[in-house]
């Protein structure tokens, strides 16, 4: 029996508080706000992330805004203990919220085709890293891996 494999996003997801700071400091609010903000490292096929850099607090620096009729986020900096789990082709960025233009509604990756205009002042955010993986929702730890894990344990 071949175990499907597990897609989604994953990278630095933020709680209620710090994704408020982010709604209210936008320069141009967009109909939409993203409900599952973060920042993603890597799309596609789900990979996991060592246990040590899980269920930690991780500071990044807000460093530049950008918004247009679709997209409104901001740019940041990784902590240096991060940078090597960082996969995404695009720069690293949090899309805070999204519009709509001729009924068509932006992408959240779009976010980080966009032109960041440096901040005056520019602040930190934290937030944790963990999943998003289809069909499961936001998983902040490896429980996810653990199933096929004893899976090959029992097929040895």
């Known amino acids: ?8 996003f994953q990278g630095i997801f933020f ?7 982010l709604i209210d400091l936008q320069e141009r609010k967009l109909k939409y706000v993203v409900k599952d903000m973060h920042i993603t490292f890597k799309f596609g096929k789900t990979e996991k992330y060592p246990e040590e850099v899980l269920n930690k607090d991780y500071e990044v ?3 530049g805004y950008a918004a247009t009729d679709k997209n409104s986020g901001f740019q940041v ?3 240096e203990e991060l940078k090597a789990y960082f996969k995404n082709e ?3 960025h949090i899309t805070v919220s999204i519009g709509e233009v001729d009924g068509v509604k932006g992408k959240a990756y779009e976010t980080g085709l966009l ?8 602040f930190m955010i934290s937030g944790r890293l963990g999943y998003y993986i289809y069909g499961k929702g936001k998983i902040m730890d490896n429980t996810v891996f653990k199933r ?5 344990e029992i097929s040895r």
């Open 1 to 8: 029996m071949r175990e499907r494999e597990m897609t989604g």
């Open 15 to 21: 709680d209620e508080i710090n994704k408020k700071k």
């Open 61 to 63: 620096k807000i460093v």
């Open 77 to 79: 900096e990784l902590p």
């Open 90 to 92: 695009n720069g690293p």
């Open 115 to 122: 032109h960041f205009n440096e901040i005056k002042e520019p």
């Open 148 to 152: 096929k894990e004893i899976d090959d």
